[in-house]
């Protein structure tokens, strides 16, 4: 059974950071890139930031980039999202995602998302 299950969410004040984590199961996951994605209330799902998946490649949105890191444990089969200087803007649900093109195939597996809430 595949399972993505994020933790880490929570409130924090802007200019503070948080650290997201997501726990795979159920397929191999060094084999999958890694995304996190979020979703503020009213607006479309955004890819935050990418990691390929040995971890030698990623890539960020321009609104995060320099204050978001992503990176990932093969052997732990996690991936982490450390946020920091964070803004009002980026509060949002938080999605993990595992992604694989094989053999013409497009495999996508999504956790359930976690709350982040960017307040004074």
């Known amino acids: 059974q595949v399972q993505l299950v994020e933790s880490g969410g929570g409130l924090v004040q802007p200019g503070g950071s948080l650290r997201l984590s997501c726990a795979a199961s159920?397929?191999?996951?060094?084999?999958?890139?890694m995304r996190w994605y979020r979703q503020a209330p009213g607006k479309e799902r955004e890819s935050v930031a990418f990691?390929?998946?040995?971890?030698?490649?990623?890539n960020y949105a321009d609104s995060v980039k320099g204050r978001f890191t992503i990176s990932r444990d093969n052997a732990k089969n996690t991936v982490s999202l450390q946020m920091n200087s964070l803004k009002s803007e980026d509060t949002a649900v938080y999605y993990c995602?595992?992604?694989?093109?094989?053999?013409?195939?497009?495999?996508?597996?999504w956790g359930q998302g976690t709350q982040v809430t960017v307040s004074s």
């Open positions: 159920g397929f191999t996951f060094s084999s999958y890139a």
């Open positions: 995602n595992a992604v694989r093109i094989y053999l013409g195939g497009r495999y996508d597996y």
């Open positions: 990691i390929s998946s040995t971890g030698g490649n990623t």
